[in-house]
């Protein structure tokens, strides 16, 4: 437990970019609150227009940080095992007593959970300083709108079960981004895309089919439909009027997630099988390569 | 004694190119053993294989362990510099010290401590910031500063000046070996660590052509040094390799009857590089 502490914190030195471009958003942001234009001339006055109006800010913010932090973390796994056998250091580190599969786990928990950590903390920080910069700057509409704990509180738990859900939805691709970094010699953003359009077309043009395309493009799309509730007729949600438009937005948070069919559904676990056997496979090429 | 390295009919392949042919060798506690061959000989392949980073024909066992599969348990005993610029380079020394000091077992902090204070390196520095032979000096510190069985380098001090290359010798043996270590150290540059050495083992085209103590080297082997007319005559005493040298012709020979070479010429124990040349040369002929 101790080493695997210690392995991670060693990926934290080594991509230092993990902390710094979410504290390079975070003031940017903080910025723009302070010296941007903010210009809210409609009232905002009954609790549901507060609730949409805080909602709305809120999450802003945090969707900024999860888009940066999806591209990051999928670059960082595919660089990370990739990186030191390209500086050579991979002789270094594998001259100490820790496993190869020590190793990989460490850069996967990096990658799926460390990392999107220190963006939710980012995004927490960041929401909070900005939400008292609007609100002191534009009391009337705002004022109210930032400060309700219930929101808060649906914040931190969507943040929680989207870093939990994604990290198993997409553990295939995690894995399949590893195994690249553990095999490939050069070139590993070019392989990661090269061999699964490869696999596509040759499916395509041998055999008429299209099992490889779905497979991803399902695992891609899919991740939604199976971690929220499907509330496509907008039941339980609220509509408000704010600035003369109509506004619909779910009342709550609570009201979407849907862990028990996410752990329930075959494609989950479908999923996990896959990106077990990826992570399975990039130990067994970390055990064997000692170079790039 | 007992071996602490045990290699039978190991064997390496690459595709179809054999780097290690069936190659039989022992390495016993307290010895420093030179392997040593030419480029591409299979001197690394051979490391690779004693170290757990590649899978291997045959059988080895390193400190009584099988290594390929066992490759981190047997990192607590043994420890390895791998050619000196292995060091991560974003890493800063003070990060280098703490961490191999959470990992490691056997290592002795206030040791690398130090050892780096010697140095005039600041434990803020990034690895890419220092020298080649401070980087050395790092490296040989952290490692240094290990209680391990089992030391290996792997061409240690490729591209180093001679000052570092000397100074990294100096501190290996003075302040590092004693009886309960022992030392393996692959090289191409022979005369370098021929005084350190008790053990050689030359190794060419993936087969061993030598094994032999620094001392056995005297009884097997001797080269004389003969005028041109008593070069016939020598010749007759069946020697695996000569050369020409100013004037005179230098012969060696294996088991030599040492009397009936001292009425020829000149008779002394060849040096590790000269019987090294003598050896592969024989053999590429």
């Known amino acids: 437990m101790n080493t695997f502490v210690w392995l991670v914190r060693r990926e934290f030195w080594e991509n230092r970019a993990i902390w710094i471009m979410p504290a390079v958003i975070g ?54 095992l990739y990186a030191d056998r390209k500086d050579r250091s991979i002789l270094f580190w594998k001259s100490l007593p820790i496993t190869d599969t020590a190793t990989v786990l460490a850069k996967l928990f990096t990658g799926l959970i460390a990392i999107p950590a220190v963006y939710f903390a980012a995004a927490d920080a960041t929401t909070l300083l900005v939400s008292f910069i609007l609100s002191v700057r534009t009391p009337s509409t705002l004022g109210a709108a ?48 090269a061999v699964p359009l490869a696999l596509y077309l040759l499916e395509r043009w041998f055999f008429g089919t299209h099992v490889v395309g779905s497979a991803i493009s399902e695992r891609a799309v899919g991740y939604a439909p199976h971690a929220f509730r499907d509330m496509s007729g907008h039941a339980g949600w609220v509509t408000t009027i704010i600035d003369n438009n109509a506004i619909t937005a779910p009342r709550s948070v609570w009201q979407l997630l849907d ?14 099988l896959v990106g077990a056997l990826f992570i399975l496979g990039a130990v067994q090429l970390r055990l064997r390569r000692a170079e790039a | 004694m007992t071996a602490l390295i045990e290699a039978r009919e190991l064997s390496k392949q690459y595709g179809k190119q054999v780097a290690l042919d069936r190659v039989n060798f022992t390495v016993e506690t307290g010895r420093i053993v030179g392997l040593i061959g030419p480029n591409g000989a299979g001197k690394t392949s051979a490391l690779r294989a004693i170290l757990g980073l590649t899978s291997y024909q045959g059988q080895l066992r390193v400190l009584g362990r099988e290594p390929f599969s066992n490759r981190a348990a047997l990192m607590r005993d043994a420890c ?14 003070d990060q280098a010290i703490d961490f191999v000091a959470a990992i490691h077992p056997r290592f002795r902090r206030e040791r690398a401590a130090d050892l780096l204070a010697k140095t005039q390196i600041g434990g803020n520095r990034r690895i890419r910031e220092l020298s080649k032979g401070m980087k050395t000096q790092v490296h040989l510190a952290l490692t240094m500063a290990i209680d391990a069985k089992l030391l290996v380098l792997d061409e240690p001090t490729l591209g180093l000046d001679i000052l570092a290359r000397r100074s990294f010798y100096d501190a290996l043996v003075n302040d590092y070996m004693d009886e309960t270590r022992t030392i393996v150290i692959t090289t191409h540059q022979v005369e370098e660590v021929e005084n350190l050495l008790t053990d050689v083992v030359f190794i060419d085209r993936g087969r061993i052509a030598l094994d032999c103590s620094i001392e056995d080297i005297a009884a097997r082997y001797a080269a004389v040094a003969v005028t041109e007319d008593r070069a016939a005559a020598a010749r007759e005493a069946a020697p695996f390799y000569e050369r020409r040298t100013l004037g005179k012709t230098v012969l060696y020979f294996e088991n030599p009857d040492v009397a009936r070479l001292k009425a020829l010429g000149e008779v002394s124990t060849p040096s590790v590089a000269d019987l090294f040349v003598a050896k592969l040369s024989r053999s590429a002929a």
């Open chain 1, 27 to 80: 003031i940017v942001l903080m910025l723009a609150a302070l010296f941007g234009r903010v210009h809210l001339d409609f009232p905002v006055v009954t609790p549901d227009q507060n609730r949409v109006v805080g909602g709305t800010v809120l999450f802003a913010f945090g969707v900024i940080f999860f888009l940066v932090m999806s591209i990051y973390s999928s670059w960082y796994l595919l660089d990370c």
């Open chain 1, 146 to 193: 930032l400060w309700q704990p219930d929101l808060w509180l649906q914040l931190q738990a969507l943040w929680t079960y989207l870093i939990i859900t994604t990290a198993i939805w997409y553990l295939p691709f995690a894995g399949w981004l590893l195994l690249v970094s553990a095999y490939a010699r050069r070139a590993v953003m070019l392989l990661s895309v």
């Open chain 1, 259 to 272: 862990p028990a069919a996410f752990l329930a559904s075959g494609a989950t676990w479908a999923g996990v």
């Open chain 2, 80 to 93: 390895f510099i791998a050619d000196v610029a292995v060091m991560p380079p974003w890493i800063r020394v």
